[in-house]
């Protein structure tokens, strides 16, 4: 039986859930962007811009129908929702469960 890619909402929905149980099987992974990040190597800034430009771009995509919100804007607050969640999870010793947002239903 072939799966259906949800669209849209849902897609934002399962992309988020995606990010966070990423860094949840890999939280060293977590770490090593956290000291990417605070870099001031050119290189490695232009990568990680480059990275955070791709990840954006995706939301944008599946937030292009709102009406409400500009699909730029719920991007960026849905990056730092998972953000929010994954450094919980990381830093607080939360459990992942409990720093993730809800799945959509």
């Known amino acids: 039986m072939a799966r259906i890619a ?3 909402l849902a897609r934002a929905g399962a992309r988020a859930h995606a990010i966070v149980a990423a860094f949840e099987n890999s939280p060293q992974f977590f770490r090593l962007s956290v000291a990417l ?8 800034k232009a990568e990680l811009s480059g990275v955070a430009a ?12 709102l ?7 719920a991007a960026v607050i849905t990056q ?4 929010s969640a994954v450094m919980s999870a990381i830093y607080h010793e939360s459990t992942f ?3 993730s947002p809800p799945r959509p239903t």
């Open 6 to 8: 949800p669209a849209g």
């Open 37 to 44: 990040f605070s870099s001031a190597d050119p290189e490695v």
């Open 54 to 65: 791709r990840t954006s771009g995706y939301f944008r995509d599946d937030f292009a129908e």
């Open 67 to 73: 009406s409400v919100v500009s699909p730029a804007d």
């Open 80 to 83: 730092a929702i998972v953000h």
């Open 97 to 99: 469960v409990d720093a």
